[in-house]
């Protein structure tokens, strides 16, 4: 078991920062179908998960396509506060579009789990969270 404990770490190392995220996702699945006994559930849940997983992975290439935007506008030296300000406004209204469904699949999947269950399953909802963010990093 430590011996695959290491090489599973060592080859980590090597995995791209949405090799790493889909692979927390992969193990929080299993997860959710461990702890998780009712079969019903645990699909409801891990369908829940996958959305929202895909609202985040949506998340960063829209984020990224915003930061190359704004790094564009910047190097404008014509670029107008309007300018300027009508790209934040659509960030803005794309967070708030992008907070609103992503709680309610979270308040979904919280639902979808007993108070035990939840308290079970959350370091690996944290690894994912994580992994959602180094894939933002990067």
């Known amino acids: ?18 090799q790493r995220e889909h692979a927390e ?5 299993a997860q ?13 849940l891990v369908a829940l998960t996958n959305e ?7 998340n960063v290439a ?3 396509e915003y930061r190359a ?17 009508a790209l934040l406004d659509q960030q803005d209204a794309h967070r708030e579009l992008w907070a609103r469904k992503v709680t309610g699949l979270r308040e ?5 789990t007993t108070d035990s269950e939840w308290e079970k399953l959350k370091k690996a909802r944290l690894r994912i969270f994580k992994a959602d963010l180094q894939d933002l990093a990067s």
Do not use: G, W
């Open 69 to 85: 935007k704004v790094a564009a506008l910047n190097s404008n030296y014509d670029a107008t506060r309007e300018q300027f300000q």
């Open 32 to 44: 959710i179908r461990k702890v998780v006994a009712d079969p019903t559930r645990a699909d409801r």
């Open 108 to 112: 979904q999947m919280a639902a979808s």
């Open 1 to 18: 078991m430590l011996v695959l404990t290491a090489l599973t770490a060592c080859s980590s190392k090597h995995l791209t920062a949405e």
């Open 25 to 29: 996702v992969q193990a929080y699945e």
């Open 62 to 64: 829209i984020f990224r």
């Open 52 to 58: 929202f997983q895909q609202q985040a992975e949506k």
